[in-house]
């Protein structure tokens, strides 16, 4: 299976910041990867899909780069809404998997 | 709207089996795949496989082969999935997901259910 390894594991900062989460992938992935924002006993909701493509809906305060092994997503601003956890899914493999996931909380 | 409307929650003993439904509304329910995803209490996310809604084709998670089933009744636009020889350790909350394949190949789950949650306990 493909391993994805995100970092940092949890994240303190403030409204107005902005943001960085990296997903790494143990073998190439192309630009197979998305990112999914979830809060406290919700399901997990869409933000970016192959890679740097911004799901309808989503603020264009989000955005997402990488190819291959390396993935980032950016949060511009920060908003009070965005405090959530992150988690990044490579679909290369039809055995998906995803990231352990980082925790943004407020500073 | 597009939405997927789950079964309610579940209390099952260590060796039981259960079944969670997946309702589908506002699309081709056909049209899609769908993955069932689970989240033990306070951990992260976890892919447990993916049925292709228009032929019942399965992939399953290599840890889950031989416990899981996932099916689906067109009829109804529901998918299922069937968990077996339950422990405690399958205790979680369980969501379906429509995944959504793009011009590009890449695919993504862009319509989640509410969640189930499954106890297992004696």
């Known amino acids: 299976d493909i391993q994805m390894t995100q970092s940092p594991s949890s994240l303190s900062a403030s409204v107005g910041d902005r943001v960085t989460i990296t997903c790494r992938a143990s073998?190439?992935?192309?630009?197979?990867l998305n990112w999914y924002q979830q809060k406290p006993g919700k399901a997990p909701k869409l933000l970016i899909y192959?890679?740097?493509s911004l799901q309808s809906g989503v603020p264009s305060r989000f955005s997402g780069s990488g190819s291959g092994t390396d993935f980032t997503l950016t949060i511009s601003s920060l908003q009070p809404e965005d405090f959530a956890t992150y988690y990044c899914?490579?679909?290369?493999?039809?055995?998906?998997?995803f990231g352990q996931g980082t925790k943004l909380e407020i500073k | 709207q597009v939405q997927l409307v789950q079964s309610g929650a579940e209390v099952k003993k260590p060796g039981a089996s259960v079944k969670v439904s997946c309702k589908a509304s506002?699309?081709?329910?056909?049209?899609?795949?769908i993955s069932w995803v689970r989240q033990a209490p306070g951990q992260g996310l976890e892919w447990m496989g993916w049925i292709s809604a228009y032929n019942g084709n399965t992939n399953y998670a290599q840890k889950l082969q031989g416990r899981v089933t996932m099916t689906t009744d067109t009829s109804t636009s529901t998918a299922y999935m069937e968990l077996r020889s339950l422990r405690s350790d399958d205790t979680a909350v369980y969501y379906c997901?429509?995944?959504?394949?793009?011009?590009?190949?890449?695919?993504?789950?862009?319509?989640w259910g509410q969640g189930t949650m499954v106890t297992v306990s004696s």
């Open positions: 073998q190439s992935i192309s630009s197979y």
């Open positions: 997901a429509r995944e959504i394949v793009y011009s590009s190949g890449c695919s993504a789950f862009d319509i």
């Open positions: 506002g699309y081709t329910f056909t049209s899609y795949g």
């Open positions: 899914q490579q679909s290369y493999s039809t055995l998906w998997t």
């Open positions: 192959a890679a740097s």
